[in-house]
């Protein structure tokens, strides 16, 4: 096993008592002490209609995200393609591509980040069929790479700006499905593990086996997403675990409403079937002490066969959560940048 490397998904998610504003300045500071402790990327995702998430608009954020930081790369995970016109997208992330060369990330996924109704009004002609969204991909690397079929209307057609490069596509899968499309088209691949923690080391598996090399990328390249937390204190761990017990079931109700008070959460008694999805969502995350978290991430790498974890972090507290990071990155090895 090569040396892992830690990366950051923050859904910029709006703490009990915080605002817009708070939180996505506290994503900005998030990322810089990322990207001086060594981390390798900072992802920020795509969500609509949801009240306690400010990330709806990634291409936004990350121009933002582009000016506070230095040397992490800087990408979405993702940006929702069925919402969006393949051209527009390739002309934001080229832009943001001019912007820090060599920095950007394009994840992309299939899932609307959010409602039906509000993926509808987003774009009325979304068809959620996997034929369109396996169209867009094609689309979208025609667009990136200035090398269309000759013939077809993609040689008038240009994404503008064109700079010297170009971002990396990211296809992400909680389920398997885009891992099929990410060979194909020989793109880079993320296991949403931190949703579905069932199945992913076989879906990277088939992944490689199946991977064919493209224009962009020689040789298969993965990673995966896991919910982390980690304290010195105990109590901080244990407080973590059961307010993220609570949160998941209530994101699988449907629920947005923000939460309760940890003493109200700990009071909670679940029901025989709630329970059973209680036990089910603690394999979506990882909590302990800095060992106990580097050991079980370690061997989450070695399961998957990658070298890369990416970790979200959702908590009470801002400090507590630049804490969790902080020691993670120490847990690793990270090596600090200047």
């Given at each position: 096993m090569k040396q892992i490397k830690l990366s950051v998904l923050d859904q910029s998610v709006i703490r009990t008592g915080s605002n817009v504003r708070e939180t996505l300045l506290e994503t900005m500071a998030l990322a810089q002490m990322a990207d001086k402790l060594g981390y390798s990327r900072f992802w920020v995702s795509e969500h609509h209609n949801i009240a306690t998430i400010a990330g709806s608009t990634p291409e936004v954020l990350l121009a933002f995200l582009t000016a506070h930081t230095e040397y992490i790369r800087l990408g979405s995970a993702g940006v929702m393609l069925p919402n969006h016109s393949s051209l527009k997208v390739a002309e934001n992330f080229r832009m943001l591509e001019a912007l820090a060369p060599?920095?950007?990330?394009?994840?992309?996924?299939?899932?609307?980040?959010?409602?039906?109704?509000?993926?509808?009004?987003?774009n009325p002609q979304n068809t959620f069929s996997d034929k369109d969204f396996v169209q867009q991909i094609m689309?979208?690397?025609?667009?990136?790479?200035?090398?269309?079929?000759?013939?077809?209307?993609?040689?008038?057609?240009?994404?503008?700006?064109?700079?010297?490069?170009a971002p990396p596509i990211w296809l992400l899968t909680s389920s398997g499905g885009s891992a099929s499309v990410a060979?194909?088209?020989?793109?880079?691949?993320?296991?949403?593990?931190?949703?579905?923690?069932s199945g992913g080391p076989e879906v990277v598996h088939q992944y490689r086996e199946t991977f064919r090399p493209s224009e962009t990328l020689s040789a298969p390249l993965a990673n995966f997403g896991i919910f982390a937390f980690t304290s010195e204190n105990p109590e901080a761990v244990e407080r973590w675990q059961t307010i993220m017990d609570y949160r998941l079931l209530q994101i699988e109700r449907g629920s947005d409403a923000a939460l309760p008070s940890y003493e109200a959460i700990r009071e909670q008694e679940y029901m025989p079937d709630e329970q059973l999805r209680v036990n089910y969502n603690r394999r979506r995350m990882i909590c302990g002490s800095p060992e106990v978290v580097k050991a079980k991430i370690t061997a989450?790498?070695?399961?998957?066969?990658?070298?890369?974890?990416?970790i979200s972090t959702i908590a009470e507290h801002a400090d507590e959560r630049m804490e969790s990071f902080r020691l993670l990155a120490k847990a690793f090895g990270l090596t600090p940048r200047n």
């Open positions: 060599g920095r950007i990330d394009l994840g992309v996924g299939r899932a609307p980040g959010g409602d039906r109704l509000t993926a509808r009004i987003l689309d979208l690397q025609h667009f990136l790479t200035d090398h269309a079929p000759e013939g077809t209307l993609y040689e008038k057609v240009k994404a503008m700006p064109q700079a010297e490069t060979a194909h088209f020989g793109t880079a691949l993320s296991f949403a593990h931190f949703i579905n923690p989450l790498c070695e399961t998957y066969e990658v070298d890369e974890a990416v």
